[in-house]
């Protein structure tokens, strides 16, 4: 079912490279018109999932990747919408097209949750680090985007991202709330999740359970993203790291996000397969 949202997200990211090179009005409107639609229709599948197992689904890589699709759509709709700046559009639609691509790849038949995540707190977890992957996903394109704005400035060639782009100052703030909303909902997520890890481990047969530990690379990988975006906020506030450096600092912490999101996910947990 994860196919039937990747044509209108690819549709959509052809528009909003074409209204990026050409700023075109009406080519900017269907472009959100058709990303709208793309986020309906995954809303559609989602609902359809959650009434067919009787829970959200959540539960395997495919599925979390396919919720982070959807959150990330919706999140970056309602910035749109808000701002009434279109031009982050061509570079967060792609990676939903990917990734979207990724998890309808590897599709398969939604089965019933594995008794152990018959639990409040699964779902409130696994939210939180949506949430929280939406915000940094939103703040390492924004963060791309000053770097070649910045670029551009430098050279005093001035034209293709100054006449396309909000200004440094603005992209700089976009980055730091991005950031700042991202680590409150990661730090909530980790929180949850080693509330209900103790809760479930002195009882627990299941060998997944018993997986889960700072060792296992799912676990460590995402304590580590959670240490570059502490650093970042720090560093922002502390000694004076905004701008350039903030931006980098982003993309490092997303390209983190997307690694135990998709190989880790896939390949290298022995606690987070359910």
């Given at each position: ?14 528009a909003y490279g074409i209204h990026f090179c050409r700023r075109s009005l009406q080519i900017g409107r269907l472009a959100t ?30 599925a979390v990747i396919s919720a982070f699709v959807w959150l990330l759509a919706v999140a970056y709709l309602y910035t749109e ?62 963060g791309i985007t000053y770097v070649l704005l910045f670029r551009e400035l430098k050279s005093k060639q001035l034209g293709f ?114």
């Amino acid at each position: 079912m994860n196919l039937f949202p990747l044509l209108p997200y690819t549709v959509a990211g052809i528009a909003y490279g074409i209204h990026f090179c050409r700023r075109s009005l009406q080519i900017g409107r269907l472009a959100t018109t058709t990303l709208a639609a793309a986020a309906l229709i995954h809303t559609f599948v989602i609902g359809m999932q959650t009434v067919q197992v009787g829970h959200l689904p959540f539960a395997g890589t495919e599925a979390v990747i396919s919720a982070f699709v959807w959150l990330l759509a919706v999140a970056y709709l309602y910035t749109e919408v808000t701002t009434d700046e279109r031009a982050m559009g061509v570079f967060i639609v792609p990676l939903l097209v990917v990734l979207q691509g990724v998890s309808a790849l590897g599709d398969r038949v939604i089965e019933p949750a594995a008794p152990v995540l018959d639990s409040p707190w699964f779902a409130v977890h696994v939210l939180s680090l949506l949430f929280a992957y939406a915000g940094f996903a939103l703040a390492c394109v924004v963060g791309i985007t000053y770097v070649l704005l910045f670029r551009e400035l430098k050279s005093k060639q001035l034209g293709f991202f100054a006449e396309r782009l909000p200004s440094l100052q603005v992209l700089d703030k976009m980055n730091g709330r991005a950031v700042g909303v991202g680590w409150l909902f990661l730090t909530a997520g980790l929180v949850v999740g080693a509330v209900w890890l103790f809760q479930l481990q002195p009882d627990s047969v299941d060998p997944r359970v018993r997986a889960m530990s700072f060792f296992d690379p799912k676990i460590s990988v995402v304590l580590l993203s959670w240490g570059v975006y502490s650093f970042e906020l720090y560093a922002r506030r502390s000694i004076g790291w905004s701008g350039k450096r903030a931006a980098w600092l982003s993309a490092l912490g997303f390209s983190i996000v997307l690694l135990n999101l998709v190989p880790v996910g896939y390949f290298l947990t022995e606690s987070h397969n359910f």
